[in-house]
């Protein structure tokens, strides 16, 4: 068997260390090194298609993980005539993501909730050589076999004081 180039070893490494409220970030070639503590960039030395298409088969293997994803709100208007092949990298984007919980959220309200998160949790980023802006794939880390309306039952039902035999 073909050894794992080290940033997929990363990945396997992390994903059963990695939980709800941590984060994955698969980032265009011009992404920022980040200098917050808790924020660890690598590098794929691979494009964003392979490189995201390989982080999210490692995610459908974890059960105790599912991912809510974000991508740049400002990626729609970005024109062809300004960065040739976004159009096609958004159509491969919208297939590849279909079934995922997907928020397109301005740049920069990303940012600030990976700088909010990165107080407290670890988030890894993994840049890929890609050279169109606004493709950076945010991946925040919800629990997989505990979902928002079992939460709210959980939380209403401690606020009413009852407790379940």
Known sequence: MKPLPDWEHTIEERMPLFGHR???VVADAAYPA?????????LSGE???????TLLAHLRT?????????VDRELEFVDEKDAPGVGSYLQWLQTTLKGLTV???PHEEIIAKLDRAAQMFSIL???STMAIPYTSVFIELDCGYWDADSE?????????GESKP
């Not at 974890?62 to 974000?70: A, D, E, L, N």
């Open 22 to 24: 941590n984060w994955l």
């Open 34 to 42: 980040q200098s917050r503590p808790g924020i660890e960039t690598i």
């Open 47 to 53: 494009s964003q298609k392979a490189t995201l298409e």
């Open 62 to 70: 974890c059960r105790h993980v599912r991912p809510i994803v974000y």
């Open 103 to 105: 928020n397109y959220t």
């Open 125 to 127: 980023i993994i840049k």
């Open 152 to 160: 709210a039952r959980l939380r209403a039902d401690l606020q009413c």
